[in-house]
């Protein structure tokens, strides 16, 4: 690859990356936001403590396709519609003007295909309403020949997450 070729290729995955943090922050709904960012077999993972699932049942389980393919797959029992849904049964995210850094400063390596970003959110249980503030990393990866993100890990505070939703 080409130098200008990798530049080309950086600034379309930040343009993908940037248009899909600022979905989320916008709170778009995330149907809208797999379909606009995501390929049709994108896979998210957030990683944390499988101790932790009883309370946060989308930590450490990889979702994979959409919502839309299970009917044509029944194999297919956790989708990325499936995160979003337990993510937001379970939390709630209130974002301020500081969540989402400048896109020129989310890390991106076109050799390896990815994207790193660091937000800052306020988060609430659902269930207590007790809320806490945290810093969490998304890493992007396997974008397609149309830089659909296919790939979505999450590193964030489960400890935070797990106590804020338990009695």
Known sequence: MT?????????AMRDT??????AFVA???PS???????TSNAKILE?????????LPFLGITFQGRSSQKFANASLKNTCDDYYD?????LSFHPSDDTMPPKEEFMVDPKR???TIKLHANFASIRTGKSWEE???YVLSEFDEDYKIGSQELWADPLSAWMAVGD
């Open 32 to 38: 809208e936001t797999l379909d606009k960012c995501f």
């Open 113 to 115: 295909g990815t994207v």
């Open 86 to 90: 337990l993510l937001t049964s379970v």
């Open 135 to 137: 810093d969490f990393v």
């Open 27 to 29: 709170g778009s709904p």
């Open 47 to 55: 990683h944390g403590p499988t101790w932790a699932t009883e309370r």
């Open 17 to 22: 990356a940037e248009t899909f943090c600022k």
């Open 3 to 11: 130098a200008s070729h990798d530049s080309s290729k950086a600034e």
